[in-house]
């Protein structure tokens, strides 16, 4: 036993002096992320100019989310002034473990982040849909009664993560409940070891992409 | 003495209350740190639910829910980009004015739509159609919008780690005007042109080049074997993949009783196989 115990030590050791005590390169990067949040960008972050709508879905059924961002733009018409546009996203995320987070990345500046096409509506428009057969096919339409995150506000601001997650209940439309989670982009170490996701896509567009 | 033996007991009793009160309030504690440690730990279903409700409901305020409750970090996350580099050929764009296509201000672009598959290193598979370009189709404004261009674009999907596998099964591209097949009629004769078939709008799968054996382009179709999607395997955790598109959508032009329409003779087999144009795709991963 005690033999066992020394090789063990010794092994931790070992470790420990070829990896300069960095876990991620002796552990699965993802797992220690889960804990430390330390080796991959949890946010976007300013540097980007993204922020991040995740949706998550913790039932044992297909979700599907419908996805809404608003901008404030200027109005080309009457300068001074400000028309909203939308976007909107359908994401498909079926209950399978991994396979059940899907997200996408939005451009800065947004004002208003929820469930279902019309924002003002978060108890009447269909925000998820239960039971989707694949991206906008089939599934039950349920209002998300999650009302719509607003940077004014100060909900959320540029370079966060928004979370959007469904879980099973009782007594309601579906059998669903939705919550609404946000990831402060100033308040977690932007100081990552491995890539930094936002960035990296960020600049892929900037390269690759015809400008405008 | 009698004053003493009855002021004593008065004490003892002053005594015994204290008492009795402290352990109480010891009892009424520890119940209460129970009773939070059990609504804390999610025993909360032995309590009445109203409650529960009022105690546990998240602040809600006029703009938005945020729980004070979090939820654990994600191990990483993969983003996979839809760069949609195509064009219209100006001829295409000059045909599908005169059909009162509503063009917009800006000019519009081809409507390219990729189904990608994702397999995760714990065999959970995800398939996602990424979806970018312009609402455009002949006559538009006269004849409506088709559903399958009002389908929400998806420029990028970003999913959590660890994903295995990424695989672009194919690539749709929107062709927004009717082609049509003309076959030459010979009666008495005279030579005339006929309408044999119509292709309304409507997506069409971008296809590679036949070759042979030796890899030799037997018929010229959409774009090089060698310039396709392709997959990318063994992803590591933080990656971007991009996929971009480029090239120029393009349809023949035919006279056909009297017209002249975006379409191509029966017999002409690489015209039909080269519509709607030649592309190219690069797979970046960063």
Redesign the interface.
Known sequence: MNRLACIFVLLAVGLLATTGCNTSQFLNPALVNQSTGEVFALTPGDRSSFILVRGNNATTVPIEFLITVERQVESADVPGTFTTQTESVRLFAPPNNRANDVGELFDCPVSRVGLGEDLDRPTTEPGIFVNAQAVGVGGLGVPPNVNPLSADADNFKCGDTIIFQVSETNNTVGGVVVQSYVLDSTRISTNVTGFDTFVNARSLLEEQQFAE | MAKQSEAAPRRISTRTAAANGYRMSRVVALVAAIGVIALAGGCSSIFNPSFINQVAA?P????????AI??????????I?L?N?TRFDPLLLDFLETTGADLGD?EPIPRIRVRVN?T???G??????LISGSEIVEGSLTGGTPPELT????T????????ASVTPEQVELYVPVTRTTVQIVETQNVITREVLSEAPPAFVVLQPDTVDDNGNVTVVRNFDIRKGPVLVNGV?????I?F?ASGTVQVPFIQVQGATVPGFLDTDTAAQAATPGRFEF?T?V?
């Open positions: 998240p809600t305020g006029t703009t938005g829910t945020i729980p979090t939820l654990n970090n994600a191990p990483g996350h993969v983003a980009l760069i580099n800006t994702i995760y290193a714990n959970s598979e995800n398939t996602l159609e389908e929400f674009p998806l990028n999907f970003v999913g959590v780690c660890d994903i590591r955790c933080g990656s971007v991009g971009t690069l970046n960063r």
